[in-house]
């Protein structure tokens, strides 16, 4: 019912900027938490960022805590992670995820909706 499609992603060096945007279709999108994950290959996904659906509460991993912002303006049904300081470790495919509810805001298997990901790397 709900389509999801990143963008935003390339290649930066350390210490450098990207923000990444998630749009999404379906009328109910401003009734869904959200969230970003990301994986690294041979590596598990891992919880990134998470904003409710009003926008009023957060949570980020604690590694991009101060560097990372998440944000969603609803009346364009899109939610957005501001990645500013980024450093070699953080390169991974990003993929933001919907939620019908923030109960367990960081384990992925709560999320039904997935985006395909946008690729980050991030060069020493």
């Known amino acids: 019912q709900v389509q999801l499609v990143e963008s935003g992603g390339g290649l930066v060096q350390a210490g450098g900027s990207l923000r990444l945007s998630c749009a999404a279709s379906?009328?109910?999108?401003?009734?869904?938490?959200m969230g970003w994950f990301r994986q690294a290959p041979g590596k598990e996904r891992e919880f990134v960022a998470a904003i409710s659906w009003r926008g009023y509460n957060t949570n980020y991993l604690d590694s991009v805590k101060g560097r990372f912002t998440i944000s969603r303006d609803n009346a364009k049904n899109t939610v957005y992670l501001q990645m500013n300081s980024l450093k070699p470790e953080d390169t991974a495919v990003y993929y933001c995820a919907a939620t019908p509810d923030y109960s367990k805001i960081t384990d992925a298997t709560r999320y039904d909706y997935w985006g395909q990901g946008t690729q980050v790397t991030v060069s020493s």
């Open positions: 379906g009328r109910s999108f401003s009734r869904f938490a």
